[in-house]
């Protein structure tokens, strides 16, 4: 027998989880224990140290809806030596190059005629030596890491988008200031916890073939995934805690829970309750609009 599989959320300590974020975490929490996986809960801090204080807040608003998770919550902080030591791998392989671009720099490069959109234009690819001493001088900052991909898409199966193929570029895996970048981070710790079964919000289906690839790269499974609609706001804009009504504070559990419930098509406005009307096949497949009040 294999040992259960695991989902995860894993939030980011920048702010307060607002009702977007509420539901992404339930509709993670129920395809996860819907499918007699464990549920993990990781704090993603390695870019946001010092929000111990929204963190705790974080976990104690899931605690409060009702979303449970198998031991304790962990943090990227703790254990910086765990991308430090992927990176060496994937440099001891060749695989990396140091990259003295600035954003500017990205946006007003020369591309080649078919080059995909938003992909790096492989300014630092090639390199010399003396050329990069001679950019480093020039920039005077410490350059970042990027990965020498030898694709330019990868196709991911997603439960709700199907099979969907997006870009794959040389992708940055550790930033100039030392930080390793999310799609590193995420692929290191999704692997190093056995998860796999992502869900999480859409806006972040585009990087999905990037991890997979970096996944497969590692000699890790690549997780099935799940990316769930946002909530937009009146304005058709990604809800955001500006505005209002949207926090667990401001609107109180019973409410927030009545809302998600709504908005997913349940009469149970409870998380256990939801999970005895799971159905991934009848997952509202559009944003969901919150109008407050
Ligand atoms: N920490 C990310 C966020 O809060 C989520 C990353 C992920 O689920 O892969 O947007
Ligand atoms: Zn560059």
Redesign the pocket.
Known sequence: MTSPGAGRF???PSADLHLGNLRTAVLAWLFARSTGRRFLMRV?DLDDRTHTDIADRQLADLAAIGVTWDGPATRQIDHPDRYDAVVDGLAARGLLFECYCSRRDIAQAPRAPHAPEGAYPGTCRDLTAAERAQRCADTGRPPALRLRTDTTTATVHDLLHGDYTGLVDDFVVRRGDGVPAYNLA?VVDDAEAGIDQ?V??DD?LPSSPRQAYLARLLGHPVPVYAHVPLVLNADGARLAKRDGAVTLAEIGVERALRLIADSLGYTAATVDGMLDEFDPARLPRSPWVYLPG
């Open positions: 894993a939030p980011s993603e995420v992502v999480r919000g972040l």
